[in-house]
Nanobody, 114 residues
Framework: QVQVVESGGGLVQPGGSLRLSCSASGSISSISFMGWYRQTPGKQRELVASITREVITNYADSVKGRFTISRDNAKNTMYLQMNSLKPEDTAVYYC????????WGQGTQVTVSS
């Protein structure tokens, strides 16, 4: 069983940057799929970015060119570098890992506001 914990959220001004981290309780080297999702009140959780074991990445159109997903298997950690943040990026961001079954983190709040 894998446990994942997010960190790095907070309040940032429009145009600013944040880096989210997703730390796993065990090795992530064999985890086939990891991703960042986000959710705002009243809306469905949406995929922001994903990365496979083969380091194939995928991004939502709304974040392409601004966000970068990466994974460090040696540190059992996945990252989301978020640049040029916009108010519409405000949401709770969740880490997800799939290793035969899916595991969710508890979420971290990102607020983009002046």
């Amino acid at each position: 069983q894998v446990q994942v914990v997010e960190s790095g959220g907070g309040l940032v001004q429009p145009g600013g940057s944040l880096r989210l981290s997703c730390s796993a309780s065990g090795s992530i080297s064999s985890i086939s799929f990891m991703g960042w999702y986000r959710q705002t009140p009243g809306k469905q959780r949406e995929l922001v970015a994903s990365i496979t074991r083969e380091v194939i990445t995928n991004y939502a159109d709304s974040v392409k060119g601004r966000f970068t997903i990466s994974r460090d298997n040696a540190k059992n950690t996945m990252y989301l570098q978020m640049n040029s943040l916009k108010p519409e990026d405000t949401a709770v961001y969740y880490c997800y890992a799939f290793d035969r079954v899916g595991y969710w983190g508890q979420g971290t709040q990102v607020t983009v506001s002046s």
